[in-house]
């Protein structure tokens, strides 16, 4: 993430992660205030055997871009929301890439960060299947909650009359 104040954000990513039992690196890395510090981040992330790269960024969001042209790992862009723009500063940033620089982006704010883990997940998973095996048990249990009785009935038939 580009600064400390993005990680109520990307906890999410994390949170996910957890969940599926997949490990991952959470640093501090701001493509603008410690730029050798992410070049060497992304130029030694394959020999560190990671093989996504989940970058979360507010503001001018140049972290997953300039992460992606240092490694050839995907790089998942997540938009952190900002208090000036409400994130679609960050959202342009991370999704207006050149040719050649691909960086897969995920929606602004909490769910971008949760939905970045589930790719992330889903890349691994495609190459792995103890990973995909998780994915599914994950994607059965969103459905049997999204069922679960809970909504008031309207009215006394329950139609809403």
């Known amino acids: 993430m580009g600064s400390r104040s993005d990680h109520e954000t990307m906890s999410e990513a994390a949170r996910i992660l957890d969940e599926l039992q997949l490990p991952?690196?959470?640093?501090?890395v701001s493509a603008h205030r410690t730029p050798d510090r992410m070049f060497?981040?992304?130029a030694s992330a394959e020999s560190r055997g990671l093989r996504v790269i989940i970058a979360g960024a507010?503001?001018?969001a140049h972290l997953p871009g300039m992460t992606a042209a240092k490694t050839v790992?995907?790089?998942?862009?997540?938009?952190v929301l900002s208090a000036s723009l409400n994130g679609i500063d960050s959202l342009l940033s991370i999704v207006q890439m050149p040719r050649g620089v691909p960086v897969a982006t995920t929606a602004i704010g909490r769910a971008g960060a949760a939905n970045a883990g589930l790719l992330?997940?889903?890349?691994?998973?495609?190459?792995?299947?103890a990973v995909r095996?998780?994915?599914?048990e994950y994607?059965?249990?969103?459905?049997?909650?999204a069922l679960q009785p809970g909504l008031p009935a309207s009215g006394p038939s329950g139609t809403g009359e």
Do not use: F, N, T
Not at 73 to 79: E, R
């Open 58 to 60: 507010g503001g001018a």
């Open 139 to 145: 994607a059965q249990k969103l459905a049997r909650d």
């Open 24 to 28: 991952y690196e959470m640093e501090i």
């Open 120 to 129: 992330a997940a889903r890349i691994i998973g495609a190459s792995d299947p």
């Open 73 to 79: 790992l995907p790089v998942i862009g997540v938009p």
């Open 40 to 42: 060497e981040y992304a």
């Open 133 to 136: 095996a998780r994915l599914h």
